[in-house]
């Protein structure tokens, strides 16, 4: 992951893997929260973006405000979630600055492609859908979140979560045109 091994070794990130059980048991150090949660956030924003290099940086972004509040942090009940939520609103501020950029003229960065065959096609697939319907499906169906915590994270209704959901499977089902 280049950068993000990078922000690892700034962060004094040290070589090795907790379990989700292990995590749980005992109070984590950051590094061992990074270990155990920088793949499936990366991921995720991958999934998200549509873009390696945005994921990346939204990754980066926020480990890096875990880190720096990291000893209130390391106390509450779901540091996980919490980390999931600072990534998810630095997706949405990005949103809102890409269609900003666009309403002034501003063209969007164009999306890079994955290395892994499953990945690009799945990039191809949500690439046809809206950032929101793409953020929805990604939180729920392929992350496992419920609409009311994909809600929260989206800073929308649990009822709208389900009508992105819906949209972005309507699209994806529909015929392409051959042109």
């Known amino acids: 992951m280049g950068e993000m091994g990078e922000m690892g070794e700034q962060a004094g990130v040290v070589s090795g893997y907790n379990s989700a059980e292990e995590s749980m048991?005992?109070?984590?150090?950051?590094?061992?929260?990074?270990?155990?949660?920088?793949?499936?956030?990366?991921?995720?924003?991958?999934?998200?973006?549509?873009?390696?290099?945005?994921?990346?940086?939204l990754a980066q972004d926020a480990f890096l405000k875990m880190w720096e509040r990291w000893d209130s942090i390391a106390s509450i009940d779901d540091p996980a979630g919490y980390l999931h939520r600072v990534a998810v609103n630095g997706f949405r501020k990005r949103l809102r600055r890409a269609a900003v950029a666009r309403r002034l003229g501003g063209r969007p960065r164009e999306i890079a492609s994955a290395s892994a065959e499953d990945a690009v096609l799945l990039d191809e697939v949500l690439?046809?859908?809206?950032?929101r319907q793409r953020a929805a499906l990604v939180l729920t169906e392929l992350l496992g979140y419920?609409?009311?915590?994909?809600s929260k994270m989206l800073g929308?209704?649990?009822?709208?979560?389900?009508?992105?959901k819906y949209q972005g499977r309507a699209a994806l089902n529909e015929e392409p045109d051959d042109e």
């Open 156 to 164: 929308v209704s649990a009822s709208t979560i389900g009508a992105l």
């Open 127 to 131: 690439r046809a859908l809206t950032p």
């Open 146 to 150: 419920s609409a009311g915590e994909a």
């Open 25 to 57: 048991a005992s109070p984590q150090t950051f590094e061992a929260f990074f270990n155990d949660h920088r793949d499936r956030l990366f991921g995720m924003l991958c999934l998200m973006t549509g873009n390696r290099h945005d994921a990346e940086e």
